[in-house]
């Protein structure tokens, strides 16, 4: 961090000790088209991205293909404030080969040259997961045809094609997603069910192998803070470690919500993992709320942001902050959990919400 830094990392820690939200911002029009290879490449010094920048991380989104490719205002969007973007579904195993043999790299592809085009950098999600896998794999282990020592086999083919396939363009892969369960166990799925719990060091030895330049991550949610699950990631984390397994990053998710309220301990997490050699990101970051909207829900939400922002930022090793999309007009939640939504920075005609304020206000702190 640089000398002016010292002062921000002062008021960060300040903050982080009272987490106030910022004052509500009327919403703004979209960047004009025309001035947008200024804005793209961080011109526009008041983006997300410029202000990133200038703190040294990397600001991400997840990004919905079918809203890039059909939403001017979206695409707009995603190109002007973040240097990070990370495939939110065409990189998973079930877009990829929904036909055994068959690898369909054609939207990932997209959304790569979408970045390079705009100096982002992209995070690859994911390489394994127990979730959209394709049902030709599923429902072959379920019938039994694909046994374990096929099962390994194809896991092993799926990582090199994947990660082989990008090479060289991904700066952090998220190689094994959510692994243990909520009870501090690992997960009980088809990898640990017919591989046993060697398959997670396997995959990232394949991974590195594939991939030798990308940082590697285990990815997972409900672990920003401190308790049962994030423990149980550390004593994973120590062994893999011990273990020599090429294992570079930790990744929390945070699919946080401001009914639950908010772990204000997302710094220290942060700090053990860092002490176990790990660099960390936060990834998949959104804050929802029962509906309807409102201010108090609506500033509560800017705090939830705030808080894992700030431990990145006073943390040393944290070097990117995605959040999992960015306006609610595209957003994972309404569609899982039924009542809740208003997830994201921006509201459905992309005007700005405290929380956009509030972030922006934490990386200008930064920078
Ligand atoms: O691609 C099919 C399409 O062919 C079909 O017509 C359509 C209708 O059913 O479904 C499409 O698949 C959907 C897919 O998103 C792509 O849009 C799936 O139904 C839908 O379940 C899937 O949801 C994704 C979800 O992961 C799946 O678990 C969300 O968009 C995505 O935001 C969410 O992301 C996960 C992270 O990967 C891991 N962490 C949690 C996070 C939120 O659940």
């Known amino acids: 961090m640089v000398a002016g830094a010292a002062v921000a990392a002062a008021v960060l820690v300040s903050l982080n000790a009272t987490g106030a939200p910022a004052a509500p911002v009327a919403s703004v029009a979209p960047v004009a088209a025309a001035g947008q290879d200024a804005a793209v490449q961080g011109g526009n010094a008041d983006t997300l991205r410029a202000l990133a920048k200038r703190a040294g991380l990397k600001i991400g989104t997840a990004v919905d293909m079918s809203a890039l490719n059909n939403d001017a205002t979206y695409k707009d969007r995603v190109a002007a404030?973040?240097?990070?973007?990370?495939?939110?579904?065409?990189?998973?195993?079930?877009?990829?080969?929904?036909?055994?043999?068959?690898?369909?790299?054609?939207?990932?592809?997209?959304l790569v040259a979408f970045a390079k085009a705009n100096g982002q950098s992209v995070r690859g999600h994911t390489l394994l997961w127990h979730s959209q896998l394709p049902g030709w794999l599923t429902e072959g282990v379920a019938s039994g045809d694909i046994d374990s020592a096929e099962l390994r086999q194809l896991l092993k083919q799926h990582v090199f094609d994947v990660a082989g396939h990008f090479r060289g363009k991904i700066y952090q892969w998220d190689v094994a997603n959510e692994v243990i369960g909520d009870n501090g166990q690992l997960r009980d799925t088809i990898w640990l069910q017919k591989l046993g719990p060697g398959y997670i060091a396997d995959v990232f030895r394949w991974a590195h192998q594939a991939d030798p330049k990308a940082k590697l991550y285990i990815n997972d949610y409900n672990v920003e803070g401190l308790n049962a699950k994030a423990d149980a990631y550390y004593e994973l984390v120590k062994q893999l470690k011990a273990d020599r397994v090429p294992i570079h990053g930790f990744g929390m998710q945070g699919h946080l919500g401001v009914q639950f309220g908010f772990d204000g301990r997302a710094l220290q997490n942060v700090q053990r993992f860092e002490a176990l050699g790990l660099e960390t990101s936060f990834t998949e970051v959104d804050v929802r709320m029962l509906m309807p909207a409102d201010n108090p829900k609506l500033h509560a939400q800017a705090n939830g942001y705030s808080i894992l922002l700030r431990a990145c930022l006073l943390a040393k090793k944290c070097t990117s902050f995605t959040v999992w999309g960015f306006t609610d007009k595209y957003s994972w939640v309404p569609g899982f959990f039924t009542g809740q939504g208003a997830a994201n920075l921006l509201d459905e005609n992309f005007g700005q919400k405290p929380a956009y304020q509030a972030v922006k206000e934490t990386l200008a702190l930064a920078g």
């Open 81 to 110: 404030e973040f240097n990070s973007v990370t495939a939110e579904n065409v990189m998973k195993w079930s877009e990829i080969e929904p036909t055994r043999g068959v690898l369909n790299f054609g939207p990932a592809d997209q």
